[in-house]
C-alpha cells in the first residue's frame, strides 16, 4: 500500500514539475505547426499538386527542407515526448477532480493521446535522422505482412475498426465541445472563448473524418486483399479528392485540419497542464 501511495506521490509531484509543464505547452506549439503542414499538404492533394504524403510525416518532411527546418523537427520532437510524458501521468494519477466512469473514461483518454504523441515524437526523430519516415509506405507494408499470417486479415479488419471509432469519437468530441473542459476558460476573454470553441468544433470534425476514411479503407483493404488501400491518412485524403466534389470537400477537411493547428496554439497558452 505505501510503496503504490509513493508511486502515486511521485508521479504526481513530476506532473506538477514547472519545466515538464513548459515543454508541454511548447510541444502544443509544436503540435499546431505539424497541423498547419498537415493541412497545406491536404490543400495541395485537393489540386493536384501535392508530391509528399498528406499526413503527419509528411508535414515533418516539409518542415525538416526549411531553412533551420531540422532544429525546429528537434523541438518539435521534445516538446511532443513532454507531451506524452505529461498524458502518461495523466493516465496513472491524474483527472482527480472526475469521480467514478467518468473518470476511467479519461484516464483512458490519456493513456490514447500518450500513445499519439509518442508516435508523432518517434516521427520526428526519424524525419531528423532521415531513417526512412514514409508512414504511408510503412502502413502498407505492415498491412500486406500482416494478412500473410493466420487471421491476419481479420486483425487488418479490426484495425481498421478501431481507427473508423475514433474518427466517429473525434468527431463528436468537437461536436459536443468537450474539449472546452481541460480549457482555462476563465481565463480567456469572450471573443478568445468563442473562437476556441469555433476553432475546436472545426479542427476535431475534420480529424474525425480524415481518420474515419482512413480506417474504412483499411477495413476495404483487408476485405479485399489490397495493402496498397492500407496507406493512412494520405490514401484517406487521396480517396477524398476522387469523390463528386471532392476537391471542395478536400479543401474544407484542410481549412478544418488548419483550424485545429491554430486551436493547438490557444492550448499552448489556455490547455490545463
Known amino acids: 500500500m505505501s510503496l503504490t501511495w509513493n508511486a502515486e506521490a511521485t508521479a504526481a509531484r513530476t506532473a506538477n514539475s514547472r519545466w515538464l509543464e513548459l515543454l508541454a505547452r511548447v510541444g502544443f506549439i509544436g503540435y499546431g505547426i505539424v497541423h498547419l503542414l498537415f493541412a497545406w499538404l491536404a490543400l495541395q492533394i485537393a489540386f493536384g499538386n501535392s508530391a509528399d504524403d498528406g499526413d503527419q510525416s509528411g508535414a515533418l518532411r ?3 527542407a526549411q531553412p533551420l527546418g531540422r532544429f525546429l523537427v528537434v523541438a518539435i520532437a521534445v516538446g511532443l515526448l513532454a507531451m506524452a510524458i505529461w498524458q502518461a501521468l495523466e493516465a496513472a494519477v491524474g483527472h482527480r477532480v472526475e469521480r467514478g466512469k467518468e473518470r476511467v473514461w479519461e484516464r483512458l483518454a490519456s493513456l490514447g493521446r500518450t500513445l499519439v504523441y509518442l508516435y508523432f515524437a518517434w ?12 508512414s504511408a509506405d510503412q502502413q502498407e507494408a505492415l498491412t500486406g505482412r500482416a494478412m500473410e499470417s493466420s487471421g491476419g486479415r481479420w486483425l487488418v479488419g479490426l484495425a481498421g475498426l478501431v481507427l473508423a471509432a475514433i474518427g466517429v469519437g473525434l468527431v463528436i468530441y468537437g461536436l459536443v465541445k468537450r474539449f472546452e473542459k481541460h480549457l482555462k476558460l476563465g481565463e480567456m476573454r469572450p471573443r478568445t472563448r468563442q473562437l476556441a470553441r469555433r476553432l475546436g468544433i472545426a479542427g ?3 480529424k474525425g473524418i480524415a ?5 474504412l479503407l483499411v477495413i476495404v483493404a483487408a476485405v479485399n486483399y489490397d495493402p496498397e488501400k492500407a496507406r493512412g491518412l494520405d490514401a484517406a ?4 479528392r ?3 466534389y ?8 484542410a481549412l478544418g485540419i488548419a483550424a485545429f493547428g491554430i486551436f493547438c496554439f490557444l492550448q499552448s497558452r489556455y490547455r490545463k497542464v
Open 204 to 206: 476535431y470534425v475534420a
Open 62 to 64: 516539409t518542415l525538416a
Open 123 to 134: 516521427t520526428a526523430y526519424k524525419v531528423f535522422s532521415d531513417a526512412g519516415s514514409n
Open 242 to 244: 476522387e469523390q463528386s
Open 211 to 215: 481518420y474515419g476514411i482512413a480506417g
Open 237 to 240: 485524403l487521396r480517396t477524398l
Open 246 to 253: 471532392g476537391q471542395v470537400l478536400l479543401t474544407l477537411v
